[in-house]
């Protein structure tokens, strides 16, 4: 199955360093300003999901709180635009954004992009799509624009 989001060896190394020292954790990928292409790393509902937000995928890491899996939202508008994209979680040297968990460790999260083949976006549009508004009304899936 074609996944909407997946994560470097590199990002997923130190994303179970994060889980081991702050339980579980979650992604945003926000269009605004401010690292607006960073994802950001939170402890798991320290950050506000909206209802418009889109789960593009659970990553499955490992680590101490592995089992939870880490969820990865992103904004809706910035699902619309990048609906033709896989994204791909990646840590690179530097320092993390502001309020994102790896700020102090050294390295910080990437967001890098691959295109989906014919095929692919095939496949993706025959899934359901999960929005904020949906995981609080009981996970059903919504109508989003892909």
Known sequence: ???????????????????DQH???????????CDGSAPMCYPDGEF??????????????????????VPVW?????????????LIIDAVPGRGAGFSLEAPEGQRFLTRGRTFT????????????VT?????NGGRAASVPR
Do not use: K, N, Y
């Open 1 to 19: 199955m074609t996944a909407r989001v997946v994560i470097t060896e590199t990002a997923a190394d130190l994303l179970t360093r994060l889980q």
């Open 23 to 33: 339980g579980p954790v979650m992604f945003h990928q926000s269009g605004g300003c």
């Open 48 to 69: 506000l999901i909206g209802d418009r937000d889109v789960l593009l995928g659970t990553l499955d890491v490992g680590g101490q709180t592995g089992e939870h899996g």
């Open 74 to 86: 992103i904004s809706g508008p910035q699902f619309v635009a990048w609906a033709h994209t896989q």
């Open 118 to 129: 014919d095929e692919e976006t095939a496949e993706l549009a025959a899934q359901p799509i």
């Open 132 to 136: 904020g508004a949906d995981r609080d």
